[in-house]
Nanobody, 121 residues
């Protein structure tokens, strides 16, 4: 079974930075797109950033210019560098990956359990 483990969350002051990591492990797989999502209490989960295998990126308007998504294919890891953090960035951040497993036909989506990011004023 494939599993995703996020790390790097914590409590920071507004204007600070955090770097989130997500490691994909488990049964044999090949990863296509990867992304980060976030969810605040009482709100729906929203897309933060995505990245394709060819390193094409997409960002939510609210984080453009502040967050950077990247990936290391050899390590099966995706990162989210978060700079100039604001209180409204407070949420649980989830890693998501689109991948294939044998017989390499259908795509599947897997989610991590999330890591909490809290930004204080």
């Amino acid at each position: 079974q494939v599993q995703l483990v996020e790390s790097g969350g914590g409590l920071v002051q507004a204007g600070g930075s955090l770097r989130l990591s997500c490691l994909v492990s488990g049964s044999p797989f090949t990863i296509n797109a990867m992304g980060w999502y976030r969810q605040a209490p009482g709100k729906e989960r929203e897309l933060v950033a995505t990245i394709t295998r060819s390193n094409e990126t997409n960002y939510a308007d609210s984080v453009k210019g502040r967050f950077t998504i990247s990936r290391d294919n050899a390590k099966n890891t995706v990162y989210l560098q978060m700079n100039s953090l604001k209180p409204e960035d407070t949420a649980v951040y989830y890693c998501n990956t689109e991948l294939r497993t044998p017989p390499w036909v259908a795509q599947q989506n897997y989610w991590g359990k999330g890591t909490l990011v809290t930004v204080s004023s």
